[in-house]
C-alpha cells in the first residue's frame, strides 16, 4: 500500500507542478543578483553551478544559465532541527481520530512532508514518532517528495518508563540506535502545560547521553527548568526549548559548546490557534492550554536573553506539529520580530549553524562547492523585510527542481499568501 500511495503521491506532483518531475540535468547553472551564502555573507551578481547533486562551482561567468533568479533572493534551503513531521489532524479534524484509516493518514504524512518542503525547508530533524523512519527512507529513495529527514525514532522518556536505572536507559539507547536512529530524542522534563518539571536525574542524564556518543549519534534534550542545567553537564548536544531557564544556565551552555534550540513564537501560537484540536486530549486541557498562554511573553523574554550570552549557539527549530507543516518559517519572522534577532543571524541559524548541529555542515547548509545543491529563493530580501521568508518561489533540493513559481505560474506560495 505505501509503494502505491508513493506512486499515486509522484504522479499528482508531476500533474500539478511539473518541476518537481524534473530529472538531473549534466550541468545546471542558477543566476542570482543577491545570494545569501548561508554563513553570513552576501554574494552579488553571481552565477552558481551544479552538477548532479552538487554545487561544483560559484562562477559569474557560468553559462549557459538554467534559471534566472536574478529578481529573487537567492540562499541555502532552510534546515529545522526540530518536527514533528508525522503528526497531522485526522478527518474529523482533530489532532487525534482512532477512526482514521492507515491510508489516511499515510497520504496526511505524506502532505506534511510536501507541505515543509514547499516552504523552503530541504532538511528537518523529526524526533518523535517511529512513522518517521520509513517516511525518512522512502523519501531518500525518492519515492515521494519531502525534505532530508534525520529521526530519533523513539524518544527517551523519563520516570514512568521502563527504561529508569543508567543500564536501562543504555540498554534503550543501544536498542534505538541499532534500529537506524540519526540522533537520541530525551525528554528530561515534563511538558510545558503539566510545568516542565525534571522527570530525569542527573545519572540518568549522564548515561544517556555517554551512551549515545558511544554510537556516534547527538542527543537533543527537551528541557526546562533545572533539566538545561542538567543536560548541559551531561555533554548533550542539544537543547530545546529551555522556557525558565536563567543567565546562568545560558552561560553554562555557552561554555559547553552545547547547541540552544528556543522557540519564540509558532509551536504555541499554532496550539492556541487550533486549540479546539486539541483541547480534551492528554494533558491538552483548559490548564495546560493556560500554561502555554504565559509561557509566550517568557519564550520572548528567553531568547532575548539568549541572544545576549557571549559563544551561545543558538539553532533554528520549530517544534512543528499538526497545524504547523508548512509554516515553519514563520519562527523566523518571530524571532526576528518578537525576539529582535539580526535577521541575517537568523538566516545563519536555519543554515550553516543548524547543519554543523547536525555534523552535516559538510554537505548542506551553505552556498559553497562540493555541498549538496539545496537552494532556494525568496520573492524578497528577507535582510530588509524579513515577511519575504513567507514568499518562497523556488525550491532546489540535491540539484532537482521541486518548486518554481515563475515558470510553472503558479499565483500564490506555500503555506502563506503573500
Known sequence: MKRILAALTIVLCAMAFPACAQKRQEQIVIAAGAALDGRGHVLHNTRIVIENSKIVRIDPKASPVTYDLRNLTVLPGWIDCHVHITYHFGPNG?????????????????SNAWLTLMGGFTTVQSVGSPEDKPLRDMINRGEIPGPRI?????????????????????????????????????????????????????????????????????????????????ATLAGCTEVEHGTFATDDDLRLMAQHGTYFDPQVGLVIQNYLDNEKRYLGIGNYTDSGFEQMKQALPLDADLFRRALKTPGLKIVFGTDAVAGAHGRNAEELLDRVRDGGQNPMAAMVSANSLAAES????????SIAPGLQADIIALDGNPLDDITAVRRVAFVMKGGVVY??????GIPHYAGVTP
Open 403 to 408: 518548486k518554481n513559481v515563475a515558470r510553472a
Open 358 to 365: 547536525m555534523n552535516l555542515q559538510n554537505e548542506i547548509g
Open 94 to 110: 482533530r489532532a487525534e481520530d482512532k477512526g482514521e484509516t492507515p491510508e489516511q493518514s499515510a497520504l496526511a504524512v505524506e
Open 150 to 230: 534525520l529521526t530519533a525514532i523513539r524518544p527517551l522518556f523519563g520516570r514512568g518508563d521502563a527504561t529508569g536505572t543508567p543500564e536501562q536507559i543504555r540498554a534503550y539507547i543501544d536498542k534505538v540506535a541499532d534500529d537506524g536512529a540519526d540522533l537520541i530524542k530525551i525528554f528530561a522534563s515534563k511538558s510545558i502545560r503539566d510545568g516542565g518539571g525534571p522527570t530525569l536525574s542527573q545519572e540518568q542524564l549522564d548515561a544517556a547521553c555517554d551512551e549515545a556518543k558511544k554510537h556516534g549519534l547527538r542527543t537533543l534534550v527537551h528541557a526546562y527548568r533545572d533539566s538545561v542545567r542538567m
